[in-house]
């Protein structure tokens, strides 16, 4: 029985070894700004190379004291997962913030999971651990809230309105709306239907959301994540959708052709420039992709 509890001990032991050693792990090399990947808590981004950015933001942002009493009568229920990019500027400056109020709320720390993602093309917000698979994590950060295991609701990248307010329509009313709406339902039919759903749904989704979404980059970084996780035929198809939604936009254009070109569909994108190119015939890059794509 000693040997047992003994050996217990040591397993134990070298369970929280080996936890610790990948909390807040630092990836650093000399093209590239250091940056966190994968679990970390507030050590992590109070340690050297984060400090300056985490403390200014944390110590200079006012609560809305008010709204902090009526969130922590509800938020102690709740579990929260954070994704964010210490390289992103997004982050930097929300992340603090949600800290100061999640303690001023009295959050319990152990109820807060959060997990830094990678900004570089193969990774692409991704983590080693991929805590963020089938989560649908585009942009930096994402706060997501659960409750008895079940997602609730989840603010992406910025508040709606101030993150005091957000939270706490969230954990009272939950009729809140988070940004990148376009995302979410792209997202839920690709997850529901598939792809030939996407296929049938964008006419519909580009008469919807035309006048809601205000810029091509909510469906492009969605596309570049899609694509980064090898989902390619999904990625060329929000990326049609994107050019129906910003035809004027010579950007969305290129993404399309490019995604096209480098998945083996070079005829189809050579027609997808060659279209773009009579709409704006002076656009350089539209012309040099045109030209990179029939020469390769």
């Known amino acids: 029985m000693k040997t047992l509890i003994i050996t217990c001990f040591f397993v134990f032991f070298a369970l929280n070894i ?32 984060y400090n300056v950015w985490f403390s200014s933001n944390y110590e200079d ?21 954070l994704f964010l990019g210490t390289w992103c500027g997004d982050s930097k ?5 949600f800290y100061k109020i999640l303690e001023a709320c009295n959050f319990p720390e152990d109820q807060l999971t959060v997990v830094a993602l990678s900004s570089q093309p193969d990774m692409y917000k991704q983590s080693p651990q991929h805590e963020e698979e089938g989560l649908n994590i585009h942009r930096v950060p ?4 659960y409750k008895n295991r079940k997602e609730v609701n989840r603010i992406v990248e910025r508040p709606v309105e101030t993150l ?17 709406q376009i995302v ?3 997202n839920l ?3 529901n239907d598939g792809l030939n ?7 519909q989704l580009a008469k919807t959301y035309k006048p809601k979404v205000t810029s091509m980059y909510e469906l492009n970084t969605y596309g570049r994540i899609l694509y980064s996780k090898n989902r390619v035929e999904e990625a060329i198809e929000v990326f049609k959708l994107n050019v129906e939604l910003f035809p004027e936009i010579p950007n969305t254009h290129m993404s399309l052709a490019n995604t096209l070109g480098v998945s083996g569909e070079k005829n189809e994108a050579i027609t997808v420039l060659e279209k773009a190119i009579k709409l704006f015939p002076d656009n350089k890059d539209l012309v040099e992709n045109l030209h990179v794509i029939k020469t390769n």
């Open 93 to 97: 400056r929300e992340v603090p913030r």
């Open 18 to 49: 080996s936890q610790s050693q990948t909390l807040n792990k630092e990836i650093d090399s000399e093209t590239d700004a250091p940056y966190l990947l994968g679990k970390i808590d507030k050590n992590g981004l109070t340690s050297n190379n």
């Open 189 to 191: 039919i690709l997850k």
């Open 197 to 203: 759903g996407l296929k049938a749904a964008t006419t």
């Open 164 to 180: 005091e307010k957000d939270i706490l329509n969230i954990v009272s009313t939950n009729n809140y709306e988070s940004s990148y």
């Open 61 to 81: 942002y006012q609560l809305d004291e008010t709204t902090i009493k009526k969130i922590a009568s509800y938020i102690k229920d709740y579990q929260i997962t």
């Open 184 to 186: 979410t339902k792209v």
């Open 142 to 145: 994402t706060f997501i809230f």
